[in-house]
């Protein structure tokens, strides 16, 4: 029998210079993901440790898809939001339409880039970065 909670951490390098790389961890449940997404200066070989010197509660949402198709957006709630933050819950509610999975999603970022203009460019870092690593996990079989 596999495990039932697997938890995996990526890094994803700068697709270009003025957004900086990324850690995305995520922790596998039945039919759940809780993603944390933060900017990291850590390497690639030491990526795991991204996450512990980050914060859960920058900006943390949880998100459920409904069993309608057409249109219905997921239902959605912020469990923690600053108000320099405020991404996660629309990210979480597309997530979890696109995945049909409940999903808690944690964007840590620092509020310095958004004073800079780099706050669009790197929330579409972050997105992205976050639908590849979930398509990678459904492709190896998803929340089982």
């Excluded at 203009?117 to 992205?128: D, F, I, M, P, W």
Aim: proline fraction near 7%; charge should be neutral.
């Amino acid at each position: 029998m596999q495990p039932r909670i697997h938890v995996d951490t990526r890094y994803i390098p700068s697709a270009e210079p003025s957004v900086p790389a990324l850690a995305v961890q995520t922790t596998r449940l039945v039919d759940t993901y809780m993603l944390w997404v933060g900017t990291t200066d850590s390497d690639p070989e030491n990526v795991r440790n991204a996450p512990l010197q980050g914060s859960l509660s920058k900006d943390w949402a949880c998100a459920m898809p409904t069993r309608e198709t057409l249109g219905t957006p997921a239902a959605g709630t912020s469990l923690y939001r600053s108000s320099a933050s405020d991404a996660a819950l629309t990210m979480a509610q597309r997530l979890a339409r696109r995945f049909k999975k409940q999903i808690f999603l944690s964007i840590d970022v620092p509020p310095s880039l958004g004073s800079m203009g780099q706050e669009g460019k790197l929330l579409l870092a972050v997105e992205r970065a976050v639908v590849e690593t979930l398509r990678s996990h459904e492709a190896q079989g998803g929340t089982q």
